[in-house]
């Protein structure tokens, strides 16, 4: 298993700059951190490492490829709890990325519904909520399985921060095996889950991994929140058992790549990935 890096080390800069970034923090694998449909003004003018679903893929692959970084994974989160909108990131989108990273050799697209946004999706009962992420899935987990292709599920949201939620979901598309899980250390524990259990539960289903740690002064906030973008501080150093998630998940041969979600100088990112190593390799 080889641990790589969010692709956005560097606030309002471009997907080019980021990867010389991760390269001289010592990193050869990354992810395709952010997409978009279309056009960008702010990834025109290299304010952005956001990577268009339109463009060729074999150009973003030959931009990896200059800097000696392979491509991990693909993200496709989207609003799958919203209601169904052209103007919002949802099944057209996870659809394009599957054809993306299908073209490139890509293995697995990240998804998640997030938080609802719109007083519509806010009053949604449960049941309710895992029907319309169901839905919008159905088609694209068809897609994935004719390319041999993996969705993965993030935790990032009221169903996904859930072992039940994320069930539930597989259970009302019936189990297709294209449909795996991401597991988040952080943002799982955020969420309420004890990623532990959660790699318990998911073992079979897991393809990647995001490592975050994150301190105490997180605790109040847990079970309120769904998803936090990044941790500040070196893996091991805070409240979560990433290390029990390591126990759990070391001989997993399907998982490949995992990528840390940590936003500092490159000493932490490379202590962090030190961490990693350390433990999935222990006898």
């Known amino acids: 298993m080889k641990v790589g890096v969010f692709l956005a080390l560097e606030p309002y800069t471009s997907v080019e700059h ?21 056009g960008s003004m702010f990834a025109s003018a290299n304010l952005s490492a956001s990577v268009s679903l339109d463009e060729n893929p074999f ?39 599957i054809r993306f990273a299908a073209a490139i050799g890509i293995r697995d697209v990240v998804t998640t519904e997030t938080v609802p946004k719109s007083d519509w999706a806010k009053k949604l009962t449960y049941e309710q909520c895992i029907f319309t992420v169901a839905e919008k899935l159905y088609n694209p987990c068809k897609m994935a399985n004719d390319y041999g292709l ?15 939620g994320i069930g539930d979901v597989m259970t009302l598309l019936d189990n297709p095996p294209s449909l795996g899980v991401n597991l988040d250390t952080g943002n799982s524990w955020l969420g309420g889950t ?80 030190d961490f990693v190593y350390k433990h999935w390799n222990a006898a």
């Open 18 to 38: 980021n990867l010389k970034l991760a390269k001289e923090a010592g990193f050869e694998y990354a992810d395709i951190t952010d997409t978009h449909s279309g």
């Open 150 to 164: 993996h969705i993965i599920f993030e935790p990032h949201g009221p169903i996904t921060d859930s072992i039940n």
């Open 194 to 273: 004890d990623p532990v259990e959660l790699a318990k539960t998911y073992k079979d289903k897991i393809y990647h991994i995001h490592w975050k740690d994150l301190g105490p002064e997180w605790i109040p906030e847990r079970g309120k929140r769904f998803g936090c973008g990044f941790s500040t501080i070196e893996l091991g150093t805070g409240v979560i058992d990433v290390k029990g998630v390591i126990d759990v998940l070391k001989d997993r041969k399907e998982i490949t790549y995992s990528t840390l979600e940590i936003a500092g100088p490159p000493e932490l990112l490379r202590a962090s990935a």
């Open 59 to 97: 150009e973003v692959k030959r931009k990896f490829d200059k800097y000696g970084i392979t491509i991990m994974t693909i993200s496709a989160h989207a609003s799958l709890i919203e209601p169904s909108n052209p103007g919002e990131y949802q099944t057209r989108e996870i659809m394009q990325a």
